[in-house]
């Protein structure tokens, strides 16, 4: 079974500009997560989409948004890029189920704002 | 809160050894907590994970501590090898599938 893939997965952008990151999740599962990684604040949860329904969010500012499709993937769009947005982004997948279901991470996309 | 601390940014141990990571957390509601694995160039994978009304799990080379009076867990992996080297991460979750890691220790492992 494929895992989670990611594309791109290096991106260079300059500051003011916007970026679409995808996620593919693994085949039958239905929520997809988001999470950013820095070396300063580590891995901080972006929000979590399941049924193209946003479930839980994060403290980001409203630049950072998502959304998912009927198919189950998912893209996450970063507007007005910041130098401080440059991070790894990570996306996870889940399986349906009640409560907490294990998350399997893709490779992230290394995004550099320059 | 959301902090899920680490008490050491980095570990050396040698091949062979044991080694324990340590890890602080903030929540007391929590009921749930992962350790995960990050390789270079990876996205970070599941080890093991402990609900709260466990002491201890154990599973391949790996054992999992929690110690709910100090809100402390920690992540005991025995017979260290090479490819154990990476970065260490606790998470606990907080809602249905909102994982809030801690700041990751990175383990080396000396030949």
């Known amino acids: 079974k494929a895992g989670v893939t990611q594309t791109p997965r290096y991106l260079i952008k300059t500051r003011g500009q916007q970026v679409t990151l995808s996620c593919s999740p693994i085949?039958?599962?239905?929520?997809v997560s988001w999470y950013q990684q820095t070396p300063g604040q580590g891995l901080q949860f972006l929000f979590e989409?399941?049924?193209?329904?946003?479930?839980n969010k994060g403290n980001f500012p409203g630049r950072f948004s998502g959304r998912q499709f009927s198919n189950s993937r998912s893209e996450m769009n970063v507007s007005t890029l910041e130098l401080g947005d440059s991070a790894l982004y990570l996306c996870?997948?889940?399986?349906?189920?009640?409560?907490?279901?294990?998350?399997?991470f893709g490779p992230g996309t290394r995004l550099t704002v320059l | 809160g959301e902090s899920v601390g680490l008490h050491l940014p980095t570990l050396s141990v040698q091949e062979g050894d044991n080694s324990i990571i340590n890890c602080a957390y903030s929540?007391?509601?929590?009921?749930?907590f992962i350790w995960y694995k990050q390789e270079s160039g990876k996205g970070p994978q599941f080890i093991i994970d402990?609900?709260?009304?466990?002491d201890k799990r154990q599973g391949q080379r790996v054992t999992v501590l929690l110690n709910k009076t100090v809100k402390h867990l920690s992540l005991q992996i025995a017979a260290t090898q090479p490819g154990d080297s990476a970065v260490y991460f606790c998470?606990?979750?907080?809602?249905?599938?909102?994982?809030?890691f801690g700041q990751g220790t990175r383990l080396t492992i000396n030949p």
């Open positions: 989409y399941f049924s193209e329904t946003q479930r």
């Open positions: 929540n007391s509601a929590s009921d749930y």
């Open positions: 996870a997948s889940s399986p349906p189920g009640v409560g907490y279901n294990e998350q399997f």
């Open positions: 402990i609900r709260s009304n466990m």
């Open positions: 085949s039958g599962h239905r929520s």
């Open positions: 998470a606990e979750i907080q809602g249905a599938q909102k994982l809030v």
